[in-house]
């Protein structure tokens, strides 16, 4: 598996929870620690939290990530208008010896 | 804080080499603290790593591009680059040059990133 499986689309209301799926294999996931990026257009990709709640400073503990066997989850409380971004997951996959990412998901507030 | 700037033609004709740089200030790419690389998405895609490299020079590549890919630094000049030959329009996308945690796989500092479109 040459990328990890995310929905291609996600949405929710201010206020609300969401979580965004992420799904791998035995030799990523299942594994290794899965990080997640907020990217927004036009700017630069930022490394938002991993698996095991690893988050850089300033990131807002409404950002939760965890994973269960082959597949890790992001989960934002209290949806905000400045969440609207696409979001990526990444973990290093043992077989191919390499770092893999998912195709991406794009968060709309409605 | 370190920040990173990518630099090279935007424009590559098909079977040509790609060649960019990415301008590393507020750290020393001469640290052990990261791995330097790069990373891209071609439009309408998702994100795809391209590879890194460490101080030492060792670099490791993504399997599926490795034939075509190096990366190296340049320490005087506080630079590293990457170069990929024999390019085609599926090599159209925004590159990104990024750290990698030596202690970690998160690649935590991004450039803005730059465009490269492959055409005739």
């Known amino acids: 598996q040459s990328e990890l499986t995310q929905p291609p689309s996600a949405s929710g209301t201010p206020g609300q929870r969401v979580t965004i799926s992420c799904s791998g294999s035995?030799?990523?996931?299942?594994?290794?620690?899965v990080y997640w990026y907020q990217h927004l257009p036009g700017t630069a990709p930022k490394f938002l939290i991993s698996?095991?709640?690893q988050r850089p400073s300033g990131v807002p503990d409404r950002f939760s990530g965890s994973k269960s066997g082959t597949s890790a989850s992001l989960a934002i409380n209290g949806l905000q208008s400045e969440d609207e971004a696409d979001y990526h997951c990444?973990?290093?996959?043992?077989?191919?010896?390499?770092?893999?990412f998912g195709g991406g998901t794009k968060l709309t507030v409605l | 804080q370190v920040h990173l700037q990518e630099s090279g033609p935007r424009l590559v004709k098909p079977s040509q080499t790609l060649s960019l740089t990415c301008t590393v200030s507020?750290?020393?790419?001469?640290?052990?603290?990261?791995?330097w690389g790069w990373i891209r998405q071609p439009p309408g895609k998702g994100l795809e790593w391209i590879g890194y490299?460490?101080?030492?020079?060792?670099?490791y590549y993504n399997p599926s591009l490795k034939s075509r890919v190096t990366i190296a630094l340049d320490t005087s000049k506080n630079q590293f680059s990457l170069k990929l030959s024999s390019v085609t329009a599926a090599d159209t996308a925004v590159y990104y040059c990024?750290?990698?945690?030596?202690?970690?796989?998160?690649?935590?500092?991004w450039g803005q990133g730059t465009m490269v479109t492959v055409s005739s």
């Open positions: 990024a750290t990698r945690q030596f202690s970690s796989y998160v690649f935590d500092i």
């Open positions: 507020g750290g020393s790419i001469s640290s052990g603290d990261h791995f």
């Open positions: 490299i460490y101080y030492s020079g060792h670099a």
């Open positions: 035995s030799s990523n996931i299942e594994t290794n620690v």
């Open positions: 698996s095991n709640n």
């Open positions: 990444a973990a290093w996959d043992d077989s191919l010896n390499g770092v893999i």
